[in-house]
């Protein structure tokens, strides 16, 4: 159930600017989707181009929107 809300939640948030951590390390970047599973995250890195984190959902230890 927790695990349901947390995933509706954070997908009401796609578009926005947030940061991610987890055990050992931070992301941030745009958050595009969220699936079963897995957070995507997408960074710039030069006009036009991205890098795309796929991040496992049981992984993340917090959020905090940007």
Known sequence: MA???FKDELASYI???IELGMQSEMTD???EEVNTNVVRIAR????GSKI???IALDTIH????L
């Open 3 to 5: 695990e349901a809300y």
């Open 15 to 17: 578009g926005s600017d």
């Open 29 to 31: 970047g745009l958050l």
């Open 44 to 47: 710039w890195v030069n006009y």
């Open 52 to 54: 795309n984190n796929n």
């Open 62 to 65: 917090y959020v905090r929107i």
